[in-house]
């Protein structure tokens, strides 16, 4: 079984920056791709950012130039450097890995909550 944990959300003011981390724990072979998705009050959860295995990485446009992953896949982490956060960007976010165990699985964390107000 793998799991995922987020750490690193919180409250900050527009303008602020955060850092998200997600560690992946389990009988874990090898990690295809680790994502960030996010999920705002009434709205659809959606793709912020995903980095595969290779290095190549897929932001949302409306993150493009303001949020960055990146990945330590040796020690099964990824990262989502967020800046110029603003109210928009309030949601609870969602570590998603494809990693291979005995099968290639998806898996997703319980999420860590962002807030951007004043």
């Known amino acids: 079984q793998v799991q995922l944990v987020e750490s690193g959300g919180g409250l900050v003011q527009p303008g602020g920056s955060l850092r998200l981390s997600c560690a992946a724990s389990?009988?874990?072979?090898?990690?295809?791709?680790m994502g960030w998705y996010r999920q705002a009050p009434g709205k659809e959860r959606e793709l912020v950012a995903v980095?595969?295995?290779?290095?190549?990485?897929n932001y949302a446009d409306s993150v493009k130039g303001r949020f960055t992953i990146s990945r330590d896949f040796a020690n099964h982490t990824v990262y989502l450097q967020m800046n110029s956060l603003s109210p928009e960007d309030t949601a609870v976010y969602y570590c998603n890995a494809n990693i291979r165990t005995n099968f290639n699985g998806s898996y997703w964390g319980k999420g860590t909550l962002v807030t951007v107000s004043s």
């Open positions: 980095v595969i295995s290779g290095g190549t990485t």
């Open positions: 389990g009988r874990i072979v090898s990690i295809n791709a």
